[in-house]
């Protein structure tokens, strides 16, 4: 088990805390690669693999890396377990999909994002498919769209959320296809319905993808070793030139029907796969990355040859390797480890300590690299290095505490809060699919100014939406649904927690926060933090008639004081 938290993340994060609080302390299914054992099964070792989960920490640490963390069951179950047998269980379920509820749910109307908004809160608060909706949330993450410009196309975000549920344990070059042809990824980057260039008029196709598409999906801007660390010179990836040549090649792109024109649409193609018309398609050569297209090669061609060339580009491993690691286990990733994941990637597969075995081998395997990034010996070791350790998402914080409490009666649609939680001054600060740009929530190198993690040059993506006032906001939020009474069904019908098992700890305050310190944040609050909340807690007296609702009082303020501080927002 690791100890402690990191102590420049931490420390960073905590005096965000504090000065806030005031206190201290429709696609088509992929196909997988079987999930089954090794060939054969090594015997099993005299010594510990590095991958079994021996303790209640080292369960709860886990379940937090790589899912919403546990409830007191779930933890106990993974005690004495590997970790990799855990993976596989979750990639053998099935997708937890957002159309096909959204086209139950509004069977005349898809008229509102408001309603795919709440129709992912709700799945990732409930879903058991955790491992593919935190892939899901990723990917989101780099392919980005933001569903802020779909106001009134809640089906195709659906669709969209969908391609990377079903893609989550895929392939990378199957992503960027099927993302390409996205009809949200067409509207949001204004590839939909863009003509072919035209000399008399001085009408140029629109460059906007293909920007986007080498920037923030798939090689970034300088030429990077394996290990993620860019080449002497900091070399360019790419230039102007290829950005007009590749250009060309999203163009006569238009939704599905019988022209390229909207009236000619059929009803669903929001939700269908972008068709090429060829008569709007530039017809011209097309020079990129090193790769022509000769003239009056048809755009579906053109297509193939440049999702082709991008994805097979060096880069992608590293770099979209590096950004995993960032929302699942470390916010500035070693080069090592970097280094270990994209040559996963490369291979297409991997092999488990206890011999399981992830992918069949195609470069970009992503069930090989998300095996890769959770089992790696850096993320179950006890050591403490300077690179290992995230930031939590304030939505992977708050589905944790929902989850975590075995909360019953969740309806986001009779909860106010969720339609839109990106505020961050009165909710999170973060709603998913709605970040303010293509450039996502947060930069991946972004690194906090005026910080002893930016001194150390430790990028930390997630303080770019961390201040004073979204950790005051944060805490509101959460206290609005920690704080509930239980007794108040008219006011507060759904979103109530079990507490049960607390409730049952409360006259022993030591003993309730130390059970909370393994459930919230896999041990790892410091003895000064638990002397703190101890010390807060007891002031409330459990006495009298009002025992009962004095019991519940010292669980929500011990959970409340967890859950904003320091060790819950910062994992290791």
């Known amino acids: 088990m690791k100890l402690g938290l990191k102590p420049l993340f931490s420390a960073l994060l905590s005096a965000s805390v504090l000065a806030a609080c005031g206190g201290g302390g429709g696609s088509t299914t992929p196909t997988l690669a079987p999930v089954t054992g090794g060939t054969p099964p090594a015997p099993v070792p005299v010594t510990k693999l590095y991958t079994n989960l ?44 957002s159309l096909p509820q959204m086209q139950t749910r509004y069977a005349t109307r898809q008229d509102t994002d408001q309603h795919h908004s709440r129709m992912m ?161 530039s017809d011209l050569e097309k020079t990129f990355l090193g790769v022509t297209v000769p003239e009056n090669t048809t755009g579906t061609e053109s297509v193939k040859i440049a999702l082709d060339t991008i994805a097979e580009h060096p880069n992608v491993a590293p770099f979209i ?19 270990r994941v994209a040559e996963v990637f490369e291979a297409g597969k ?48 708050f589905a944790q505490y929902t989850r975590a409490f075995d909360t019953t009666a969740i309806d986001v649609w009779e909860e106010s809060r969720f339609g839109d939680t990106s505020d961050p001054n009165s909710k999170l600060g973060q709603h998913p699919l709605r970040s303010a740009s293509v450039f996502n929530f947060y930069r991946p190198g972004y690194l906090a100014p005026g910080s002893e993690t930016g001194e150390a040059q430790l990028s930390a993506p997630e303080f770019q939406i961390v201040n004073e006032g979204s950790s005051l906001g944060f805490a509101n939020f959460l206290t609005h649904y920690i704080m509930r009474p239980a007794d108040d069904p008219a006011r507060f019908p759904g979103f109530q927690p079990n507490f049960t098992t607390e409730i049952g700890l409360a006259d022993d305050v030591d003993a309730l926060v130390d059970h909370l310190n393994i459930k919230l944040t896999a041990g790892q609050l410091s003895d000064v933090t638990k002397a703190d909340i101890v010390d807060i807690v007891s002031t409330l007296i459990v006495d009298g008639d009002d025992a009962a609702e004095e019991r519940r009082k010292r669980v929500q303020t011990a959970i409340l004081m967890i859950v904003t501080s320091g060790a819950f927002a910062v994992q290791n």
Do not use: C
């Open 54 to 97: 021996e303790t209640r920490e080292e369960a709860a640490r886990f379940l937090i890396q790589a899912g919403f963390g546990g409830t007191d069951a779930q933890i106990d179950a993974l005690v004495g377990t590997d970790a990799a047998d855990w993976i596989v269980n979750q990639m053998r379920k099935p997708a937890t999909l």
């Open 121 to 281: 809160w709700q799945t990732l608060l409930t879903a058991d498919d955790e491992l593919r909706q935190r892939m899901m949330f990723a990917l989101s993450q780099i392919f980005v769209i933001s569903t802020n410009s779909f106001f009134d196309r809640g089906f195709m975000s659906a669709s969209y959320s969908d391609i990377l549920s079903d893609q989550a344990f895929g392939n990378y070059r199957s992503i960027l296809e099927d993302v390409t042809y996205s009809p949200a990824m067409g509207r949001y980057l204004t590839y939909y319905q863009n003509r072919k260039g035209d000399e008399r008029t001085g009408r140029m196709p629109d460059e906007n993808y293909a920007r986007e598409v080498l920037q923030l999906f798939s090689i970034g801007l300088t030429e990077l070793e394996l290990d993620g660390t860019p080449k002497t010179g900091d070399p360019e990836t790419y230039n102007n030139e290829d950005i007009i040549g590749l250009a060309r090649v999203f163009t006569g792109l238009s939704g599905e029907g019988t022209g390229f024109w909207s009236r000619d649409h059929v009803d669903t193609w929001p939700t269908q796969r972008l068709k090429m018309f060829d008569e709007e398609h």
């Open 321 to 339: 390797s590096r950004q995993l690691i960032q929302r699942f286990t470390a916010s500035s990733p070693s080069p090592e480890y970097v280094r």
């Open 350 to 397: 991997y092999r488990a300590p206890n011999g399981q075995d992830f992918g069949i081998g195609d470069r970009g395997n992503l069930q090989a690299v998300i095996a890769a990034i959770l089992l790696d010996e850096s993320v179950h070791d006890t050591t403490q290095d300077m690179n290992e350790g995230k930031v939590r998402e304030p939505v992977l914080k």
